[in-house]
């Protein structure tokens, strides 16, 4: 290959580069503008991944719990976006499941990309109402405060008793939860909700 063909092909790479960056800008800008437009869409939280002292926190005492435990545990994150806490639990603990539940089909897909090598994790794409969410141990969720109350009610008609709910930033309307830890995070994303059912 001499120079010049070399330099097209770089100046082609950054074009599309360019192109995809352009293309996931515009996604975003428009899922921000169906959450004004689109009362459905307002109920769903956007991908947003967990991130900051509540992330660390979640991970920290999720894996405080499966380290303890002899039997296998699982694990669910509901709205699991791209699977950020969820392949992080299950690279560390192989011998656990995680499942995750992600309504966005293009995100479920990059999450499913992600995971496709990490046995112990599946990613269903769906709405988590459809799920039950009786199955699991431990509920790990970052989800948006006008969807808590009916999150809530899913939980206790669901969950079994002793499964343990950690929710980052957001808390369950007239529900007292067994644990509050406060974190000087930035505006509402601020500390973890830990509930026993
Ligand atoms: C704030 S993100 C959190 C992602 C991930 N749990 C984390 O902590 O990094 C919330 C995700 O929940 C998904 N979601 C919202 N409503 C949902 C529903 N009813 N069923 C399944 N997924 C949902 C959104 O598409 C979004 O990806």
């Given amino acids: 290959m001499n120079i010049s063909n070399g330099v097209a092909m770089i100046i082609w790479v950054g074009i599309f580069l360019n192109l995809l960056l352009i293309l996931a800008l515009v ?7 169906r959450l004004f437009t689109n009362a459905e869409f307002r109920q769903c939280p956007p991908y947003v991944p967990s991130f900051g002292r509540q992330k660390d926190i979640i991970i920290e005492r999720t894996s405080a719990l499966l380290a303890d435990s002899s039997k296998q545990m699982q694990v669910l994150d509901p709205g699991c976006g791209t699977g950020t806490l969820l392949i992080k639990l ?3 603990f192989p011998e656990h499941r995680f499942v995750g539940i992600e309504w966005r089909k293009t995100t479920a897909a990059i999450a499913r990309l992600r995971t496709r090598k990490i046995k112990n994790i599946e990613i269903i794409q769906d709405d988590m109402f459809n799920q039950s969410f009786s199955n699991f141990n431990i509920i790990i969720c970052f989800l948006m405060q006008p969807l808590m109350a009916r999150f809530g009610e899913k939980l206790k008609q669901d969950c079994k008793p002793g499964t343990i709910v950690f929710s980052n930033s957001f ?19 601020k500390d973890v909700y830990v509930y026993r059912y």
């Fill in 90 to 92: 299950a690279k560390k």
């Fill in 171 to 189: 808390y369950i309307p007239d529900e007292e939860p067994a644990e509050k830890i406060e974190t000087d995070g930035v505006y509402k994303f």
């Fill in 27 to 33: 996604y975003f800008i428009y899922d921000i503008f």
